[in-house]
């Protein structure tokens, strides 16, 4: 796509703090990070998000993800790390090209996770929507 940014900066229109790239995958300092370290993991190929993106990218795109978390947490002294892939407006997701965020996590750092806050009303419930997903999943079951 002419216009997505994160294109841009893997032909490098666009300046970038690149800490990985390989034949499928590129790697890089996000620019507003959530802690120091916070590491984009982008597709070569433009895709939106994860419904579009094929799964041999998703696959490379993982990959990427470990061998890069576990130098961002080495190298950042990190206690843990956030895998994260934000996918359409309603979750969260800004720039329309694939990507996972790395995050460097910190006892204390004062970044909080979601909370859930709805429960089933039963097991019936709960059991009903695990079957409306496996259907989508696999529509002969």
């Known amino acids: 796509m002419q216009d997505c940014i994160f294109c841009k900066i893997i032909k490098g ?18 620019l507003k990070p959530v802690n120091l370290g916070h590491i984009l993991v982008v597709p070569k190929e433009h895709s939106a998000n994860i419904y579009e993106t094929p799964d041999a990218h998703l696959e490379a795109m993982i990959k990427t993800a470990k061998k890069v978390s576990i130098a961002v947490k080495k190298s950042t002294n990190a206690d ?3 895998l994260a892939m934000n996918n359409n407006h309603a979750a969260g ?10 995050i460097p996590r910190y006892h204390n750092d004062g970044f909080e996770l979601w909370h859930g806050k709805r429960e089933y009303k039963n097991e019936e419930e709960m059991k009903e929507l695990a079957e409306k997903i496996q259907k989508e999943i696999n529509p002969r079951l």
């Open 13 to 30: 229109e666009i300046p970038s703090s690149k800490v990985y790239e390989d034949n499928m995958t590129f790697a890089f300092l996000d």
């Open 80 to 82: 843990g790390v956030n």
């Open 93 to 102: 997701q800004v720039i329309f090209h694939s990507h996972f965020h790395i």
